[in-house]
């Protein structure tokens, strides 16, 4: 599954910087998570951090985009890469 940003979102920045695949992106009023460049942090970290940062506990599980493990391994595997 990938994650998504509910209401209770205060807009404060936290999440975004700590994603590293920048799915999450300002929105108005609330931040959005990119569906198809989430990966729950599968390839980075062990926990999702945004969901670690959140001061507010807004980012929950998106129940209808579920993905399993492998998929969400396969989804990171396949990110477009940056040029440096």
């Known amino acids: ?46 926990e999702p951090s945004c969901v670690e940062v959140c001061p507010v506990d807004c980012i929950i599980l998106d129940v209808d985009n579920k993905e399993s493990m492998d998929e969400l391994q396969f989804k990171f595997e396949n990110l477009p890469k940056e040029e440096n």
């Open 1 to 46: 599954m990938s994650l998504i940003i509910t209401d209770e979102c205060i807009a404060c920045d936290a999440c975004r910087d700590e994603c590293p695949n920048t799915a999450i992106e300002e929105g108005d009023p609330i931040y959005i998570i990119e569906a198809d460049l989430c990966t729950e942090c599968v390839g980075s970290y062990d």
